[in-house]
């Protein structure tokens, strides 16, 4: 090669360097955020909320500045309509919202949902600007990000990522498949927008995940459609309905696929049908894996809750379920769903010593002789070097007996640093001990 064409060789791939690169065959670059920011940002608002007396006195003396929240928002009507999280307002006695011009309105509460995490918030005003909404649906992983909102306080910060996971399904938020990113969310984000690259909001900034409370790159934030169709609930009722069958339900993994013989792991396989609910009165039972609700595919387990609480109370849907190696219809008819209190501002969602366990199926307790216990299905560091294993029995915590993921964390709960696990295994019966530890979830107000 000569020098010239070396030096002309050289010379492009500095140069798509410094554009971003090549993808396809094309020049491609990082979004241009600035506009994204200066057209949208005047549409994100800061949120304060003022709390009750005795919350007050309660959190006085632990931070004497603290005097309420801050958290974020964005206008989705330009007659004064916004939506944050709900538990960013949660408890609040008087709240108000700061536009990035410096006007302050007073907000009423139209409504909020503890469920998904939302709320819709209504100022006296006309004009105001607005985000655009796009479609979470389009969303892929590698996707470029951004979050504007009030970490801290600081109002119309922005911080970008890409998008890390979809549909992701967190403890104790089983009906709300959320955008995973690493784009930088912290206290007082809550509630915000998340941009995709071209300008449209897809999410609603909820959660971190963090051992700290700050951001430790996982982020976590609320579809746009789903929180949409809130908003219109709450607009229009004030309230939000959804629909329950009664049936707890894990995930279907390759092992449990080709004991069912099933094609593929994907269903809900359900582990308890509540007597007398929705999903008892259509014969759905222990053992059946949902594979469709009202026609739409159901691949993860929370897929199928998320479809059911979809549906209207009252009104039919069918259901396509595997059972003893073949596919076969029910239709059930769902219950009302009713929604669970408000959260905490910070509430902790631990993962019972980091095991992920399942109750035993009848059949199984019938072949081990017991009554309840709850199968490990995966462990972690600390509780391999304790001595559990994959295809243990957790049949007591502390000496408290244990038949549901609820009663483990119970038992683990009330545990002093360690608990004393309770195993069968292989026909024997064993004690471990093992430390308590706790991952927590947090939301982001």
């Not at 538990?87 to 609040?92: I, K």
């Not at 009722?237 to 993994?253: F, H, L, P």
């Not at 309770?422 to 064993?430: D, H």
Request: proline content about 6%.
């Amino acid at each position: 090669m000569s020098r010239l064409a070396l030096c002309l060789l050289m010379a492009s791939t500095l140069m798509l360097s410094a554009c971003g690169g090549m993808q396809n065959g094309a020049l491609w670059s990082a979004p241009d955020f600035s506009s994204l920011a200066r057209k949208y940002g005047p549409a994100v608002v800061n949120i304060g909320v003022a709390r009750d007396q005795t919350q007050q006195r309660l959190r006085t003396p632990q931070n004497p500045n603290d005097e309420g929240s801050l958290g974020s928002g964005f206008i989705v009507s330009s007659d004064g309509y916004i939506l944050t999280n709900a538990h960013v307002v949660a408890r609040g006695t008087q709240i108000s919202v700061k536009l990035p011009d410096r006007r302050e309105f007073k907000a009423r509460l139209v409504g909020s949902d503890a469920v998904a995490d939302v709320a819709l918030l209504k100022i006296d005003a006309q004009g105001l600007p607005t985000v655009r909404i796009g479609n979470p649906d389009h969303a892929e992983v590698g996707d470029w990000a951004l979050a504007i909102g009030s970490p801290f306080g600081f109002s119309n910060s922005a911080t970008a990522g890409i998008i890390s996971a979809t549909r992701r399904i967190l403890p104790g938020a089983d009906y709300i498949p959320f955008l995973q990113t690493d784009v930088p969310v912290n206290p007082g984000n809550s509630g915000g927008p998340l941009f995709n690259q071209y300008g449209e909001v897809i999410g609603i900034n909820s959660r971190i995940y963090s051992n700290s409370g700050g951001y430790q790159g996982l982020s976590f934030a609320i579809p746009i459609d789903a929180a949409m169709r809130i908003k219109q609930q709450l607009q229009d009722k004030g309230a939000v309905t959804r629909g329950r069958i009664g049936v707890s339900v894990q995930e279907v993994s390759q092992p449990l696929a080709e004991s069912f013989h099933l094609p593929r792991p994907a269903g809900a396989l359900v582990s308890y049908v509540e007597r007398g609910a929705a999903a008892d009165r259509a014969g759905l039972k222990s053992g059946d894996v949902i594979l469709q609700v009202k026609g739409r595919d159901v691949i993860q387990s929370a897929d199928a809750l998320i479809y059911i609480a979809d549906l209207a109370p009252g009104d039919s849907a069918v259901l396509k379920v595997w059972r003893e190696r073949s596919a076969l219809l029910l239709t059930v008819v769902p219950d009302r769903f009713d929604a669970a209190p408000a959260p905490k501002i910070q509430p902790e969602l631990p993962t019972p010593l980091g095991l992920v366990v399942r109750p035993l199926f009848p059949q199984e307790q019938a072949v081990l002789r017991i009554d309840g216990g709850l199968l490990v299905q995966q462990i972690n560091a600390a509780a391999a070097r304790a001595g559990v294993k994959v295809g243990d029995v957790i049949m007591a915590v502390n000496g408290r007996t244990v038949s549901t993921i609820q009663g483990l964390a119970e038992g683990v709960g009330v545990a002093d640093g360690a608990a004393a696990l309770l195993i069968q295994r292989a026909g024997a019966r064993l004690f471990i001990a093992i430390e308590t530890q706790k991952q927590t979830t947090r939301e982001t107000e």
